[in-house]
């Protein structure tokens, strides 16, 4: 089975030692990207995962392909060429003070490619699940056009294609994204909708921006679900990701699935938090990896909550744990005892 | 508006990673101190700060200056000369291991200086506002006669006084701090008094020394602060930080201000500590801050509060927020979730 | 007073800055080994502490050597020799995932030594006490012999043995450990059983598995610590850590001590764990160090106590806290306030 | 005396520990840029120096901004504004392999400005000197022009315009560079011209381009001095750095200048080399700091000569060297030992 | 076209900034071993390369794994399963002081694999050619074997086998590797012999020991290789490295190939080297990518020697240079400088 | 056989990666100091030695004994008390910009310590010989005083004492220094003298001061020498070391000694000089060791020649070699290559 992923990785530039930005002298330097997060654990966990982007030709391109490389991810589709790699900083906050994201990504060598350099018969052939985030069409109208492109493919060939719609406020408007949104959802057959995207994506409320209370929200997030399905007839899965985010270290994290029209709740972690990037992006592969696997609900959206969590535990993006561990935490008896 | 605050500024070398001093093989060099502190907040803040003090003509007195100016303090008073650069040694305690600070800061150039290096005449031309903390008249009796002097001057020149009384009990006894604070305190419109510094500075009962209850002492500290008002009626605002440190990691911080009369209290924060150090002086600089920029009195404590806690996120002596982060947390909607 | 102790210590690589072991690029390299633990603990102390093992003859037992000298351990009776250092990497886990050991121990130089190369006669001249744990018998045939040798001169000349059971799943079936100790326990005077150790290694049930509730479970562990007790009358004390181990960081630690007849309890300590290894062995070292210097069993069992919760604040496996620092902590009235 | 510089400064990432950009898990962050590199030479050596760029309005600016003032230059004209900051990569070659660098710098705040953005009345009002590198106008058209309305302003209030040609072939190809240059020459009265600038920027025949042999073609370097004095006859002063580089670490270095129609020859230094880059930039504010301090012919030169070598023994852009040891160098007697 | 290297790949142990083991409280983890280094260069120049070894099935193999897809190895015919991954500890030399390297290989994976676990008709299939060093057979009897019978398979189905004689004196005796190579290289094409190969792995004098003068004696490497071609006539390349090492930093390289009767010398290159390991890997990774493209003999040592001495500029076994790198320091003319 | 050395140790706090003290934002502690130097070698080379010197009774300490302990130096004469520990932190140069060392050693314990608390007496029992430097003498008039009646103490029971006069510019002026030394001179057997220490410390004209000619000036050294052994004819043994400094990487060593009236000459190293600090101590440590062990005059120079220059090749202020290195490299055939 393989999964083709569509999206934008970048450089990430971390500070280290929970240094802020202005005292940095030194800057920790991995990948990360919503669609190569999700291609990288996919990969992990033993399913064939392709990511296709566009790197610059220069070295900062060929470190993006190693590293994806080094995962197992197929690069062979990477397209290569344009100006630059885009980069984001990430200064991890503390406490009462949040995480700060700086973003150089404009002008990148993905949000300039063109829809043309992305022939879909090609690229689809042999792929057998379409995955790509609000982020993709987010980026320019060519990329929109190429996502537009490439569900049209799917689905006249059958290929399934999960959406997280990962509304960013940074690159789009809530009415730009739910003017495209509403012309992508008819592709999508799962879709993952976290935090603000439903109201900000879809235009359906579900979420009050409180993140101090994400989960007592539920009813509403289930609500919301509903009226996707009930607009979107072809989305048989629809999942989202719940939290209460108490500090930057302290959250509770849960999670709910609506599929065939019954809900699937996830249990509730109390976690400790290392780094709250990319535990959507855990847990979008969490639910494919179940899809691809015939996983039933319950045992889907636990193993993609469990992996999710797991995430929270890990610095960088990309959500570096094997199924053994995601099980463990599943089945978890002991708790977090050594084994020695 | 020009603030001049009075102080040492000493290099500080703190063991990395959490290590002990026994295993550390490298320290992390950073400079900090009570009143270059406050004056760092106060120009990252935007208002006109200008450190004095005195740095040995070596390197390390060049990087002291170039950490300063740096964050855009005025440095053009500081003297040069004398022998060494005071330096503390920092080891960041865990859990129930307390923070361990060993002082080598004997034979300073600050604390070798004379009285007579300094001619406030000059110096306080132009100045709107006097800072010192109880620290720069422990260090010696010169400096204790020049603290004196510069209030005589700023009393006849009436420019407003602001003190930390920042007791150290590893610099003065209490018998020595309140011969010495009683004669100052006349020149003080605005207090800053926290923990034992009633007691050990003023000879005025406020806390049990038991820091793992400060807050339920508020009305303790109140009376205090009446008794302080009652015997200096100059000093027009009084204001302390009230903690429960539980851990050196886990801790809730409130504030409480007495000003012309009417007591004003901070909202309360629940804190997961990166460095317990400086929260005082951040403080402090908030409160000037408000007093600088004509912040009515709710408004100034809440900022000074918002500014203390931020601090404590924050590794190093030096508070490297912005103005708009205080905001964001005084006015916290939805917690502390990433904007991206 | 001289304590012997006889084990194994490894070179140990841990991942910098909570990476995982597939993210590292750099590992911090310390030592440790459950004997060697105890002989610095008790060396920092002040007492005599000797360890006695086997290093090959290589540049990574001298630094072994030199690790041990630094902390004032007598090494001169250690043996060089063999082919290879015993190696564990450690992958510290954060919040709901575990820490990891990679163990590769297997033909090191302690492991493949023989009982001949111990000729304890000469060994234990002017030995006040003997102390091994439940590994050095796991690792090999030779060295169960060697123990057993050790302990019949124990025996014979009046010399107290204390023996942590420290059962190790890795090492030997319950099976295999029960039927070696309970050869080795009617040598033994002092016994330490934590979590496992009670029915893994003797064969007596106590605790239930669970990490997350070792504190409720005070009552069994009581009563197997009297079956021990009868079962092998010359053990006049028998003490045992129990936990609750909420998640990486959030624990809560107490313990029990039966000494000629009457429980002895801890007080309980909610602990933020930097590192959760070696607490048992700065335990034992806390109960040997009562035992060496005469404590009554309250402060003994208190003593040891805090100096184990003080090793989850430090990294590395050696505890390298002082004498004040747990008397403090015993004794604590004011918390972890900095003194400055 | 006050001198102003004008171009980029760029964010610098190069790679720890001699690395390859793919084998970096880190970058050491500094700033650097040719014009930027001036005016911290120059405010080390005591000048009046202010740096005017643009820098994007976020904490890459910042910290940008920080940078200059830590080494007190004038920060209070850079402007605000724009998308990003520029970055370069750099990769330290070794021996036979040359460094590396990776611009990323389209699209910067700087290369995006307007020439309205700089209203040169203000700026230059009390300015005694105007420096400018090949570089700014090499950015953009709308940068030749602010640079052009600059060197107007000069030319009518008699500031002198100091400029090195700093030929960039990444940036501009040698038609577009002569015919720029050639229209600012005529208001140039200070030119710094190295290696291949002579022909590329200028058209004039100098250098072979084998950075080999630099020195031995003295003679050819001094034939284009004068031809460029003879068209550009307000230029009095033309000077240029010569080097032998036998590999990254091994080079020769000297430098000739003609002033007022006599040559002055610069000493021959043999260096091991720490960083090669910014000698020129070095040298260019030595030679700026003899103009401004009124130094003979042949101190100006080697004082540069001085403070440019002692730029490659130093890592980062910046000549983070103080006057004393340049004087030390020019004046070297028993030369490298420790003074202790 | 695809080549098959086999052999062990270890965990590599490295003293960071130029510690000793005695100092080190870090150590850098990178992989690296003869057969692999190959297989990496020829992958990142493009040409298809398979690693064959076996790894332990816990998170080092996995590593080693990671590291091998990086640079886009095919590491899908690797075994997993045995106890260990063989290390080796680095430490870098310095001046007179030789570079140091502590093997810990005894009991890995690989080298208590048997023979039965290479099924090379499974494994050569589509391989073009076959790539072993003299450590293999030289680390047990099994992996003896399975060397006999991969050349076996190769010489009936005619393909190409490379052997690099790679003698290692801590792992067999010269009267052991005569024994063995005698036997093997009857099958070899293209032989690799430095230093004291050719007497130790094959008992034909070339070379007196002497690194500091290694070139001077380029005859009698010439004869020992027309002695090699004389006795294995269906070996029809055979090259040798040659270098004055005149200390751990300084040394001089050149290298001679015998090709179908036919020699051809390389250029001589004076290097700085960064780290003195694995040059003869990429040297023969050069000579096996000249093989498998086609060069001519005189490009294909030039290529092979420029390759093998831009490894002496990387940190790591791993010789990180692209083709262009190799090309452009063949082709040098103006030298090592930048190009910006 | 047993040595006790008499001096001070320092902490020492070196930027890393050869940044600027204005650079760094890390120091790398370690302890230095000339007598600790000898003391770390000889026992490290397998005498028995002693360091004798006053630490602070604070954490650092702890450390310095620490330090000394892990490489089997006996510290149990160590004095603890006063206020504080010498610092020196040290910025290596690069080239020709010399390395700088800013001292702080000011005030320390060791340099305010009185004559009074060194009990000659019981510290000299069985001690075999006694070893200082002239610089402790020069910390103060109360350790001449110590030395002086150490001095004393050996005379009468014939204790040979070694001296190296190690000149202090920073310390004492020459004039200060001969009156001292040349009160002890009397009674030193063994005198180890560099560069000016002859001219300053003896008031004997022996080098011109320049450090890039100093190899030539054998000759005047000599005549220096013989002029002390006629001044002093107790002294039986008078040794030199000789460099050519050309940069602060490249330098020619060498040295000769007279003992018993003949000169015995060591071989010339050419050296890439890792970090110039302490090659005098560890040549004074060769000659002791040489001494102790009944050496042959000419195998007791190029010993500590030998000794010395490795010294050369690593960081920090203790020469890490062992006896097998030393004798690599007086016994070099091969030269630096690895040993695999």
Redesign the interface.
């Known amino acids: 089975m393989k999964i083709l992923t569509f999206g934008e990785m970048m450089l990430r530039?971390k500070t280290?030692?929970?240094?802020?930005?202005?005292?940095?002298?030194?800057?920790?330097?991995?990948y990360g990207g919503a669609e190569a997060n999700v291609a990288v654990s996919l990969a992990s966990l033993g399913d064939g995962a392709t990511f296709l982007t566009k790197f610059p030709d220069?070295?900062?391109g060929?470190?993006g392909e190693?590293?994806l490389?080094?995962?197992?991810v197929d690069t062979s589709e990477i397209r290569r060429g344009g100006?630059?790699?885009g980069?984001y900083?990430f200064?991890k906050?503390?406490?009462?003070?949040?995480?700060?994201?700086?973003?150089?990504r404009?002008?990148s060598a993905f949000a300039t490619a063109t829809a043309s350099e992305f022939d879909w018969e090609n690229i689809l052939t042999d792929v057998d699940y379409f995955y790509f985030s609000g982020i993709t069409p987010a980026l320019s109208a060519e990329l929109e056009l190429a996502v537009t492109q490439a569900c049209q493919y799917c689905q006249i060939h059958q290929i399934p294609v999960i959406c997280d719609l990962n509304y960013?406020?940074?690159l789009w408007s809530p009415e730009k994204a739910q003017a495209t949104m509403n012309k992508l959802m008819p592709y999508v057959n799962v879709c993952l909708a976290h935090?603000e995207d439903f109201v900000s994506s879809l235009g359906i409320e579900a979420f009050d921006?409180?993140?101090?209370h994400g989960i007592e929200q539920k009813d509403q997030f289930k609500s919301a679900m509903q009226q996707v399905v009930a607009k979107y007839p072809q989305c048989h899965t629809i999942a989202s990701v719940l939290r209460d985010?108490?500090?930057?270290?302290?959250s509770r994290w849960t999670a709910t699935m609506l599929h065939d029209g019954k809900f699937y709740d996830a249990p509730t972690?109390?976690?400790?938090?290392?780094e709250?990037?990319a535990a959507g992006d855990a847990f979008g592969a969490g639910i494919v990896h179940g899809l691809v696997n015939g996983f039933l609900p319950q045992e889907q959206i636990n193993y993609a909550m469990a992996a999710s969590?797991?995430k929270?535990?890990?610095?960088?993006d990309l959500n570096?744990?094997r199924d053994q561990?995601i099980r463990?935490?599943m089945n978890?008896?002991?708790?977090?005892?050594?084994?020695?």
């Open positions: 530039l280290p030692n929970n240094e802020r930005i202005m005292q940095a002298s030194q800057f920790e330097a991995t220069n070295l900062l060929d470190r190693a590293t490389a080094q995962y197992h100006t630059r790699m980069i900083f200064e906050g503390a406490s009462v003070r949040p995480t700060n994201v700086v973003y150089d404009a002008g960013r406020a940074k935090d921006g409180n993140m101090r985010i108490k500090s930057v270290e302290d972690y109390q976690m400790h938090v290392m709250g990037v969590v797991l929270l535990t890990i610095t960088g570096l744990v561990e463990n935490l978890d008896h002991g708790g977090v005892g050594m084994q020695r």
